[in-house]
């Protein structure tokens, strides 16, 4: 299978006798040495990732790029982020650190620091693989999602809302995880679904404590934070659910302290522009999809999914111990919807 790179001056990759991974809905070849938790299967690749030593494509960098990100905002003295163009590949270039070469049927990695390979991985699995999704149509949000009564209810990303703690409350009652950080979405007819990520969660050591009893012996997710790599499943946290799920409810999150605000789980509507707009926002890469011209698929695709989909705020009192009653504040308003 072809990697895409052949057209824009590149090398086709071979993916036969790689391994296969379930991805976002997708089937990832990969020989990778994947830190994270990733379900193991078989069949033809849809996309494939792989590492390599020399960049496939050269000369792009003195193009205009079609995105990048303001060193201002990046508290950088240039941007931290630029995406270009050349063929039909797009590079997604993370200053200093690395290069990814996205085109529909595969994602070339080209590490600028050895020393960074750790983020390669986290990368890919996150930025690299949104745009690559955005580019097939699929918009991913920032996202944790379980599957309650064979439907996808969904946490959206908000400062501080605790999307993760959320997840992880309900996996506890024996809901199964969706995804964790990127919610790829998909059309089927009039169905809108949410694709599986993989079998794996991000908590800090506060957090996998709570749930999973122990921290110590989980995986640093960074080296300079001590966020830890919590694997669903065996040996973990909960269950997973692999297959895409149709959609009940997003959950636009807010977490406050009870001795303010009190003890009160507050569960309500969004008007039809702030549903929008929390949908807009909470995009995993908005600028960069922007910047490529996508987002009038966006909007019309995400006006067309709140016509079938609700956006609630969820206002609930942070602290482990109110969990139990924001468990039963979201179940009851899952069933009056």
Same mark, same amino acid.
């Given at each position: 299978m072809r990697d895409g790179l052949q057209a824009a001056g590149g090398t086709p990759s071979v993916s036969e006798g790689l391994p296969v991974y379930s991805l976002y809905g997708f089937k990832l070849g990969?020989?990778?040495p994947f830190a994270n938790r990733l379900a193991e299967t078989t069949g033809e690749p849809d996309l494939t990732f792989r590492l390599v030593s020399a960049p496939p494509i050269v000369g792009w960098e003195e193009d205009t790029p079609a995105y990048a990100s303001s060193p201002e905002l990046d508290g950088a003295e240039e941007s931290v %982020?630029?995406?270009y163009r050349?063929?039909? *590949?797009?590079? @997604?270039? +993370?200053?200093g650190v690395v290069d990814y070469y996205i085109t529909p049927g595969? +994602?070339? *990695?080209?590490?600028?620091? #050895?020393?960074?390979?750790? /983020?390669?991985?986290?990368?890919? @699995?996150?930025?690299?693989?949104? /745009?690559? !999704?955005? @580019?097939?149509? $699929?918009?991913? %949000?920032h996202a944790s999602t379980v599957v309650i009564e064979d439907r996808a209810v969904v946490f959206l990303s908000t400062n501080k809302g605790g999307k993760s703690t959320l997840a992880a409350m309900l996996m506890q009652?024996?809901?199964?995880? /969706? =995804?964790?950080? +990127? @919610? #790829?979405?998909? &059309?089927?007819?009039? =169905?809108? $679904?949410g694709r599986p990520g993989y079998p794996q969660m991000r908590m800090w050591p506060d957090q996998a404590s709570h749930f999973l009893g122990r921290y110590e012996d989980l995986g640093v997710v960074? #080296?300079?934070?001590?966020? &830890?790599?919590?694997?669903?499943?065996?040996?973990g946290l909960g269950t997973f659910?692999?297959?895409a799920a149709p959609l009940a409810c997003f959950y636009l999150p807010q977490r406050r302290a009870p001795a303010e605000w009190g003890e009160a789980v507050e569960v309500g509507p969004l008007s039809r522009m702030e549903a929008l707009m929390s949908l807009v926002g909470q995009s995993f890469v #908005?600028?960069?999809?922007?910047? /490529?011209? !996508?987002?009038?698929?966006? %909007?019309?695709?995400f006006a067309q999914l709140l016509s079938q989909v609700p956006v609630r705020r969820l206002v609930y009192p942070e602290g482990y111990a109110h969990l139990p009653q924001v468990r039963r504040g979201i179940l009851g308003d899952l069933a009056r919807l």
């Open positions: 990969s020989d990778f %982020l630029r995406v050349s063929g039909d *590949c797009h590079i @997604l270039r +993370i200053t595969g +994602i070339v *990695c080209h590490l600028l620091d #050895p020393a960074y390979e750790y /983020l390669a991985e986290i990368h890919f @699995l996150g930025i690299a693989s949104s /745009l690559w !999704l955005e @580019l097939r149509g $699929l918009p991913a %949000l009652a024996g809901y199964p995880l /969706l =995804t964790d950080d +990127i @919610l #790829p979405l998909e &059309r089927r007819g009039e =169905t809108f $679904l960074h #080296p300079a934070y001590s966020k &830890r790599r919590v694997p669903v499943g065996e040996d659910h692999s297959e #908005p600028y960069t999809v922007e910047a /490529l011209g !996508l987002q009038p698929h966006r %909007l019309a695709f």
